[in-house]
C-alpha cells in the first residue's frame, strides 16, 4: 500500500517536471508544411500549414521575393491590393490557408510558415527563449501566354483553332474539351491545334477548350456563339376548362438567354403577375401558366421569344381550351354507339321473326335479300333436302 502511494507520488512529480519541461521548451512542430507550386499570372494559389505544441501555437506567413536586397515581410489578411486572404484556426492544433488571389508575376517567390508558442514570441524588447519553427514554399508565377481563339465555318465544317504565342514550357500534348468531355487527344508538341465539327454553328453552339499539356496546363476558350435556337416544348397544348394551362419553351443554345417574353397572337407582351399570366424564366428556359383557362380568352397562337447578345428567336405555341363536358364526349359516343347496334338488332330481330323456321346457318346475308328470295332459298334448301 505504502509502496503504491509512492509509486503515484513519484509518477505525479515526474508528470510535472514532464509538463514544466515541455512548457519551457514549447514544443512546436510541424504536421504539414507549405509545398511549392508553379502558377501562371492570374491564377490563384493556396499554401497550408499545420502545427502542434502546447501551448497552441500562432502561425504567421511571411514571403521573400526574388529580388536579391529584398528581406522577409509579413503577410496579413488583405495585404497586396486584399488579393491574400489568410483562414487560420486554432483548436487542439493550428492551421492556417494563404490564398492568394489573380497572381501577377511579383508574387514569385519565397513563402514561409512560422509558428511559434512562446509566450515573448511578439515581444517588441524581449527576445523569446524559443524561436520561431519555420517551413518554406516556392511560389513560381509564370506569364501566362497568349492564345488566339478562333472559329471558322466552312462547307459544312466547324473549325476551332487555338494558336499560342509568346514564351512557354514543353508542350506534351493536347486536349478539346467541352463541359467534362474530351473530345479529341493528341501528344504533338506544337503550339498550334484545332478541332473539326461536322454540322453547322447552331447545332454545335457551346463553350470549347483547348488545353496545351504544360506545367501548369494552360487553357483557351473557344465559344460557338449563336442568337436562341427556341423550341416549343409540345406545340400544341390542351387545357380544361378552369384548369391552369402551362405552356413551355426552351433554348439549349449558348449563350443563354437574357431576356424571355411572351405575346398571343401577335399582340403586345403578356405581362407577369398581370391577371391570370405567370411567366417564370431562366436561362434556357421560360414557363407561361395561364390560371382558370377560359375557352373564349385563351384559345390561340402563343409565341415565346428570347433574346441574347447575337440575336433572337421564338417559338410558338397552340393553346386549345375543351369544355368540362368534352371529358364525357368519349363515353356519350360509346352509348351512341351501343344504341345503334341495340336498334339495328332489333330491327333484324323484327323483320327475322316471319322466318322463324329458317335454319340458323342462313346467316347475316338474309336480312338484305327480300322475302320473296327467302322463300325461293326455302323452296331449293326443301328440295335439296329431299
Ligand atoms: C536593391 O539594392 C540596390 C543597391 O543596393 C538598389 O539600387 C535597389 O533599388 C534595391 N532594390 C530594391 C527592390 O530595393
Ligand atoms: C476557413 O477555414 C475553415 C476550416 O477549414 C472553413 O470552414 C472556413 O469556411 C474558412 N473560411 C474562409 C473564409 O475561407
Ligand atoms: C488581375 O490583375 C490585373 C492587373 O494585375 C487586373 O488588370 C485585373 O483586373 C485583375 N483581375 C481581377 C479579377 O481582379
Ligand atoms: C500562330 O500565330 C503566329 C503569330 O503569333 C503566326 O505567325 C502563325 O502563323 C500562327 N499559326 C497558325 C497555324 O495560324
Ligand atoms: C466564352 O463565354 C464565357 C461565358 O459567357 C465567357 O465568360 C468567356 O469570356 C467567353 N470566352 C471568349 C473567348 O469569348
Ligand atoms: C438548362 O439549365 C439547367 C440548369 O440551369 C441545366 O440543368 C439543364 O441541363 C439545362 N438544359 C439544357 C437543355 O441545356
Ligand atoms: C413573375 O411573378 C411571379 C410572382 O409574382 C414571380 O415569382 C416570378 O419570378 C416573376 N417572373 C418574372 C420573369 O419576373
Known amino acids: 500500500m505504502a509502496a503504491g502511494a509512492a509509486g503515484s507520488r513519484a509518477l505525479l512529480a515526474l508528470l510535472v517536471v514532464g509538463a514544466m519541461a515541455a512548457g519551457a521548451a514549447g514544443t512546436t512542430g510541424f504536421i504539414k508544411s507549405p509545398l511549392s507550386q508553379k502558377r501562371l499570372t492570374q491564377d490563384s494559389v493556396e499554401l497550408y500549414c499545420e502545427a502542434i505544441g502546447n501551448p497552441i501555437p500562432e502561425i504567421q506567413w511571411w514571403f521573400e521575393g526574388n529580388d536579391p536586397n529584398e528581406t522577409y515581410a509579413q503577410l496579413w489578411d488583405g495585404a497586396r491590393q486584399d488579393r491574400v486572404k489568410i483562414n487560420a484556426t486554432y483548436n487542439l492544433h493550428s492551421t492556417s490557408t494563404i490564398y492568394i488571389a489573380n497572381l501577377t508575376s511579383d508574387d514569385s517567390g519565397m513563402y514561409e510558415c512560422r509558428a511559434s508558442n512562446d509566450p515573448d514570441r511578439n515581444h517588441l524588447s524581449k527576445s523569446p527563449k524559443v524561436k520561431w519553427i519555420r517551413s518554406q514554399a516556392n511560389v513560381f508565377v509564370i506569364e501566362r501566354p497568349d492564345i488566339k481563339a478562333h472559329v471558322a465555318e466552312d462547307s459544312g465544317k466547324l473549325v476551332l483553332t ?55 496546363e494552360i487553357r483557351g476558350q473557344v465559344n460557338i456563339s449563336v442568337a436562341p435556337q427556341v423550341t416549343a416544348y409540345k406545340k400544341s397544348e390542351h387545357g380544361n376548362e378552369g384548369d391552369t394551362g402551362v405552356l413551355t419553351c426552351k433554348n439549349p443554345s449558348f449563350p443563354p438567354v437574357t431576356t424571355w417574353s411572351w405575346s398571343k397572337n401577335g399582340e403586345s407582351d403578356l405581362q407577369n403577375a398581370s391577371g391570370r399570366y405567370i411567366i417564370k424564366s431562366s436561362g434556357n428556359k421560360t414557363e407561361l401558366r395561364i390560371l382558370k383557362l377560359n375557352i373564349e380568352e385563351d384559345t390561340g397562337d402563343y409565341r415565346c421569344n428570347a433574346v441574347n447578345s447575337y440575336g433572337s428567336g421564338d417559338a410558338t405555341v397552340n393553346l386549345r381550351v375543351r369544355s368540362r363536358l368534352a371529358a364525357l364526349w368519349p363515353f356519350l359516343g360509346i352509348v351512341a354507339e351501343v344504341l345503334v347496334l341495340v336498334t339495328i338488332i332489333f330491327i333484324y330481330e323484327k323483320r327475322r321473326k316471319p322466318d322463324e323456321v329458317l335454319d340458323d346457318d342462313d346467316g347475316g346475308s338474309a336480312p338484305l335479300k327480300s322475302n320473296a328470295t327467302n322463300h325461293k332459298d326455302k323452296n331449293v334448301r326443301q328440295r335439296n333436302a329431299n
Not at 506534351?172 to 479529341?184: F, I, N, S, T, Y
Not at 478541332?195 to 499539356?213: A, D, Q, R
Open 162 to 216: 487555338c494558336n499560342m504565342s509568346g514564351p512557354y514550357s514543353t508542350i506534351k500534348g493536347h486536349e478539346w474539351v467541352h463541359g467534362d468531355k474530351v473530345l479529341q487527344e493528341d501528344e504533338t508538341d506544337s503550339a498550334f491545334t484545332s478541332y473539326t465539327i461536322e454540322g453547322k454553328m447552331e447545332e454545335h453552339s457551346g463553350m470549347y477548350e483547348c488545353v496545351y499539356k504544360t506545367s501548369p
